[in-house]
């Protein structure tokens, strides 16, 4: 079994910052990639930021300058740091972590339950 456990969403004003985490627990035997997608009421899910296990990140172009994904690799930890933080930032932001479970299982995509985050005054 594997879970996918996010933190650190909230209410925030605009301009202000926020950092999210993500733990990833259970059998586990690689992660080839984990991401941050997000998705706003009534819009379809998008990615927000990703890195894979060599190290190489993606961004979406409006988060780009504002927000910073890292990863502890040794704690199968994820961290999404958002600054300068927008009202369309507002949404429920899910984890997401591309693994194995074991050798000769293949490579499934697992999702954490997400976490909101709103941006207002």
């Known amino acids: 079994q594997v879970r996918l456990v996010e933190s650190g969403g909230g209410l925030v004003q605009p301009g202000g910052s926020l950092r999210l985490s993500c733990v990833a627990s259970g059998s586990i035997f690689r992660i080839f990639a984990m991401g941050w997608y997000r998705q706003a009421p009534g819009k379809q899910r998008e990615l927000v930021a990703a890195?894979?296990?060599?190290?190489?990140?993606n961004y979406a172009d409006s988060v780009k300058g504002r927000f910073t994904i890292s990863k502890d690799n040794a704690e199968n930890t994820m961290y999404l740091q958002m600054t300068s933080l927008k009202p369309e930032d507002t949404a429920v932001y899910y984890c997401?972590?591309?693994?194995?479970?074991?050798?000769?299982?293949?490579?499934?995509?697992?999702w954490g339950q997400g976490t909101q985050v709103t941006v207002s005054s």
């Open positions: 890195v894979d296990d060599g190290g190489s990140i």
């Open positions: 997401n972590a591309d693994l194995k479970r074991t050798l000769w299982l293949p490579r499934v995509p697992y």
